[in-house]
């Protein structure tokens, strides 16, 4: 009760941002539903059956000319890698939860400078949706500068930012400091183009702590008998994305890399992967396909894709999927996983179904 009462509150203090205007013209109302059927099969065990909820609404308010502020809610727990509610539990209420809560400003003396601080949706560039360290429904939190050049030809993107990991009353706190640059280069009259960037990602206070979020599971990576991290995290990150539209069918192929140069082995990650065509009007469709390998220290566990072998690293394999367009706002979603957890010894299969109808509003 106390969170519906805080989620109505947000969205009537964001409303009193704009009472001076016209409140319809500042401030816009979106969200999204998803209803998912999920069966996963993990080693020898019987496959786990369950369907799950994934509903989001969010306010975006124009606060003036430079700067506008948004709030997200979301179903699901504090998990950073979900927004999902699983269904079967006697009926019981679903959690709310705040998914975002930022404020951007593009300041007029700057062109192409954009500053956002809060809990806000992932900056850094992610090739063809490449989750190879980053899980899509990952909302960071701390602040960034988000510069923008472009011309006729390219654009250039510039990311800094300061991540505030986990706060520890005694002890040091553990924070990210990063930056990424990315190029985007088009051709055949915008037909085509190609992007190439990469990122450097460092932890500050990693080695010696428990995992983030879990301090009881590590996600895959190294831990010591304490269940401490034994490695630093300073990712070094590759990546490009080739684009071109096939007789008004757009066709995108990618690659990604990433190495812990903090780790002296196990520090690695990559993932190669095509998409084909776009899901927009309705009978329109899309299919992807990527495979990856993500050795134990390469990359944080808990920060990863949540559904590639269950989340977490150690892990290999493949991800197929496609997409339908049924109606205006409503797509109907597959995805199959099949990966190989244990990279070193002990192998097991991991096999994981999703079946989706997502509508938006």
Not at 87 to 104: C, E, P, Q, R, V
Not at 259 to 281: E, H, I, Q, R
Request: net charge negative; no cysteine; hydrophobic share 35%.
């Amino acid at each position: 009760m106390n969170r519906i009462v805080v989620m109505v509150l947000g969205v009537l203090l964001i409303s009193q941002i704009s009472k001076a205007d016209d409140w319809s013209d500042n401030v816009k109302v979106k969200g999204d539903l998803r209803y998912r059927y999920e069966m996963i099969k993990a080693g020898s065990s019987d496959a786990r059956n369950r369907n799950r909820l994934r509903a989001r609404v969010a306010v975006d308010a124009k606060v003036n000319d430079i700067t506008k502020a948004y709030v997200q809610f979301a179903t699901g727990s504090n998990d950073p890698v979900s927004t999902n509610q699983t269904l079967g539990d006697g009926f019981s209420t679903k959690s709310i939860m705040l998914d975002m809560a930022y404020f951007n400003i593009k300041p007029e003396q700057v062109a192409g400078l954009s500053i956002t601080a809060g809990k806000f949706k992932n900056p850094f560039y992610k090739p063809g949706s490449s989750e190879l360290l980053w899980d899509s429904d990952l909302n960071p939190e701390g602040g960034t500068a988000h510069y923008t050049k472009e011309t006729n030809n390219y654009e250039i993107e510039l990311i800094a930012a300061g991540l505030w990991i986990t706060e520890r009353s005694t002890a040091k706190d553990s924070w990210m400091a990063s930056g990424e640059g990315v190029f985007r280069y088009s051709l055949n009259d915008s037909k085509s183009n190609f992007v190439v960037g990469g990122g450097y990602y460092s932890y500050i206070n990693g080695k010696g702590f428990a995992p983030f979020f879990d301090s009881t599971d590590p996600m895959g990576n190294s831990v010591d008998g304490s269940g401490n991290y034994v490695n630093d995290f300073k990712l070094m990150e590759a990546f490009v994305e080739l684009n071109h539209e096939f007789d008004k069918m757009p066709v995108t192929v990618f690659g990604d890399f990433v190495n812990n140069t903090a780790a002296d082995s196990l520090n690695t990650g990559w993932l190669f992967g095509v998409k084909a065509g776009k899901t927009k009007d309705t009978g329109s469709w899309a299919v992807r396909y990527n495979y990856r390998k993500l050795e134990k220290d390469a990359v944080i566990g808990i920060f990863t894709d949540s559904d590639f072998r269950g989340g977490g690293t150690d892990a290999k394999g493949h991800e197929l999927g496609g997409s339908y367009q049924v109606m205006k706002n409503g797509t109907f979603n597959v995805s199959y996983f099949i990966n190989k957890i244990g990279l070193n010894n002990n192998e097991t299969d991991f096999d994981r179904l999703q079946v989706d109808l997502q509508l938006k509003f």
